[in-house]
């Protein structure tokens, strides 16, 4: 562990951090109490692109948690901000649904398969191999390639499933082109969050189960970084990377009294 200045703001992974397979992680919901009864500026982030910020709302909710919309920072909002800073008023092909395009549709992007500014691949469970084809033959044709996050695979109660990362490696190696992922790891992400809430790195901490992901990200964004043993990364695999966390706990419910 080591030394820092008092945590006035705080990041957070969902999956594997506040929830697992749909269940609350023990003590997550006194975690996120006691955050908001602090009144310490805090983001919920994932790079699930899949949902709004209300429907992750209402599925957490669901879990017993209680965290609004406003709280929540997804891939799809952090790609539309993106793309928005980068080209406004663009045009893009998505793949994703409605999580992805909403947010798109909010920046004022149109949503086309004519000779669109960018391909946007996000997260979905039904990839198509039509869709697939048209995104390829577009960046051949000029298209920039952008993708919501790396994950190449998903979790889900009969096991794994391909995610954006896979599907983005696929059209990449049928177009020679890669795509520029804007979620965890790109620190990124991470900085948009920290400026939404007004936060300052000295005094943010992020907590995530992924040393690949979230470990890495708010470390190269300068934040405190707070690993839990709760979801992907287990104990033993610490060492492997080359890179540790400022802090290392079983799950959130060892960080209650640090709010």
């Known amino acids: 562990m080591t030394e820092r200045e008092r945590i ?4 957070s992974d969902m999956d594997g951090v506040l929830v697992h397979e749909g269940q609350p992680v023990p003590g997550a919901d ?16 994932t790079n699930n692109s899949i949902y709004t910020p209300r429907d992750l709302a209402v599925r957490l909710r669901a879990a017993g948690l209680e965290v609004p919309p406003e709280s929540i920072w997804t891939s799809a909002l952090a790609t539309a901000q993106f793309l928005d800073d980068q080209r406004p008023g663009g045009s893009a092909y998505v793949i994703g649904e409605a999580g992805l395009t909403t947010a798109l549709h909010e920046v004022g ?8 500014d960018y391909v946007v691949l996000g997260e979905t469970r039904t990839y198509s191999f039509t869709q697939i084809t048209r995104a390829i033959r577009l960046i051949e044709g000029g298209a920039r390639f952008i ?43 991470m900085r948009t ?6 936060g300052h790195s000295t005094s943010t901490a992020m907590i995530g189960d992924r040393m690949d992901t979230d470990i890495v990200c708010g470390m190269e964004a300068g934040l405190y970084t707070i690993l839990v043993l709760t979801g992907v990364t287990q104990r033993e695999q ?15 419910a060892d960080l209650i009294d640090l709010v």
């Open 8 to 11: 006035d703001s705080w990041l």
């Open 30 to 45: 006194e975690f996120i109490k006691r955050l908001r009864e602090s009144g310490k500026p805090f983001r919920v982030l």
């Open 109 to 116: 992007y149109v949503l086309t398969d004519l000779a669109p």
């Open 147 to 189: 993708a919501t996050n790396p994950d190449p695979v998903g979790p889900s109660t009969e096991g794994s499933l391909p995610a954006c990362g896979a599907v983005a490696a696929m059209i990449s190696k049928a177009t020679g082109v890669a795509p520029y992922f804007v979620g965890k790891p790109n620190p990124m992400m």
């Open 193 to 198: 969050a920290l400026n939404l809430i007004g």
């Open 238 to 252: 610490i060492d492997r990377f080359p890179y540790r966390p400022s802090l290392v706990v079983d799950s959130v």
